[in-house]
Structure formats: structure tokens, C-alpha cells
């Protein structure tokens, strides 16, 4: 998906070019908003749906946020404050603050387990090469089994 706001026409006719540049479904586009995670779509006098930039922009947002482990409920909670203006400045940061927290802990014990799993496929190439080692365990250095 591009990050950058550069394919994102002004207006976005129809809600398969919203699904096309968000990475989501139609059918989920129409949850989201029936759950109130996304403001309803305007609408032209035909009925069909059209979106702006800022819309797709929102979106986008709002997806990165659930690909890093925010929940829908957190979601619709910051959209709330978000529409309630900028004396809610203050308890988004908080909030973006510590999901940002979250994700760097994340990163670090998958960063942490790579290694683990790194170590391990050394010691698998090590046995593959010479399979005439005694050493069939696969425990790090200093571990008690991995």
C-alpha cells in the first residue's frame, strides 16, 4: 500500500477505489462505519458513497493503529476525542504515547526472539555440515532450553 498521499485523488468516487487505496474490503469499509469507526461516507444524489482524501487519509491511520495491536474500542474512543476538537489534544497524545510504548516493547521481545531463532538455524547449518557432532541439542549459551 503506498504511505504517501501522492495516488490519493481529492474526492474518491466509489467505495471499491476507498477499499482499493485503504487495503480493505467493501464489506468492511460498511462495518466500520456501521460500528461508528469510520464517519459515514457522503453521498451523492445516486446514493453511492464518495470519500476525500482526508477520509482515505483517516482510514489509513485507523488501520495502522489495528495492524499494531489497538483495538476497535480504543479506535472508536480516539475518533471520538478526535471529533471532539483540540482540547482533546492533550489525552490523544497520551494515548498514541503510550500505544507507541506498546509497539517499541513489542518490537524489542520480537527482536529478542529473532535472535533466538537466528542462533538456532546457525546451529541447525552447523549440523547439516558436520553431522558428526555430538551436540544434538539446540539450547543457547547460558540457556536452559529453548
Known amino acids: ?14 467505495i ?12 468492511t469499509i460498511r ?3 456501521r460500528i461508528g469507526l469510520l464517519p ?5 444524489p445516486n446514493g453511492h458513497r464518495h470519500y476525500s482524501k482526508d477520509q ?18 480504543q479506535m472508536r474512543h480516539y475518533l471520538e476525542l478526535t471529533r471532539q476538537g483540540d482540547g482533546t489534544l492533550s489525552e490523544r497524545y497520551t494515548i498514541l504515547e503510550a500505544h507507541n510504548d506498546t509497539i517499541a516493547h513489542e518490537i524489542a521481545r520480537l527482536q529478542e526472539t529473532q535472535e533466538v531463532i ?27 532450553g529453548q
Request: hydrophobic residues 30%; glycine residues 6%; aromatic residues 8%.
Open 1 to 14: 500500500m503506498d504511505l504517501t498521499t501522492q495516488n490519493i485523488p481529492d474526492t474518491v468516487t466509489s
Open 16 to 27: 471499491s477505489q476507498a477499499a482499493e487505496l485503504t487495503g480493505l474490503t467493501e464489506d
Open 31 to 33: 462495518y466500520y462505519e
Open 40 to 44: 459515514y461516507a457522503d453521498r451523492k
Open 56 to 73: 482515505i487519509l483517516g482510514i489509513r491511520f485507523l488501520m495502522r493503529l489495528k495492524a499494531t495491536g489497538m483495538t476497535l474500542e
Open 118 to 144: 537466528r542462533y538456532k538455524l546457525r546451529h541447525f547449518r552447523e549440523l547439516a555440515e558436520n553431522p558428526n557432532t555430538d551436540a544434538y541439542d539446540c539450547e543457547e549459551p547460558g540457556s536452559s
